[in-house]
């Protein structure tokens, strides 16, 4: 019974992977140390968070995260889009079911894509190595006079 209506629904509204998936999925960005800004570009607004954080992307988006805090280099990753395991089946599921205005749809949403990675970890490194350690005094032994 459970198949049919998901059969009525992909037919219904075009798309399997977009009924089944959605047009957007949810982003983490994490960082060591904490606290770094992440700025995200490819979103139709432009978007930054403080890490760790999640966002909510468009499949379809090309999207750039670069990450950076005081002190440490910038990193910037580009995410790359996937077709994944559940959204290939969505999208599979069209030739039976949605046709051709399905899968048009599918593929002008992205619903079945994947941003990767997910989640972005990135571990930031000093801009100059810490300076080192104090040395203590040193002390002067006299001499006696002769």
Aim: with cysteine.
């Amino acid at each position: 019974m459970k198949s049919i209506i998901a059969a009525a629904l992909c037919v219904a509204l075009g798309g399997c992977a977009s009924v089944t998936r959605g047009t957007t999925e949810t982003i983490s960005i994490a960082s060591t140390p904490a606290g770094a800004t992440a700025d995200i570009a490819g979103l139709e607004a432009p978007t930054a968070c403080v890490t760790p954080c999640a966002i909510q992307a468009k499949r379809n988006a090309d999207i750039v995260v670069t990450i950076s805090k005081e002190g440490y280099q910038s990193q910037i990753i580009p995410l790359t889009k996937d077709i994944s395991g559940s959204g290939g089946a969505g999208f599979a599921g069209n030739l039976l079911l949605g046709g051709v205005v399905g899968m048009g749809v599918d593929a002008a949403t992205g619903a079945a894509l994947d941003h990767k990675p997910n989640p972005v970890i990135v571990t930031l490194q000093p801009t100059t190595p810490p300076p080192p350690p104090p040395r203590p005094p040193r002390r002067r032994e006299s001499k006696p006079v002769s």
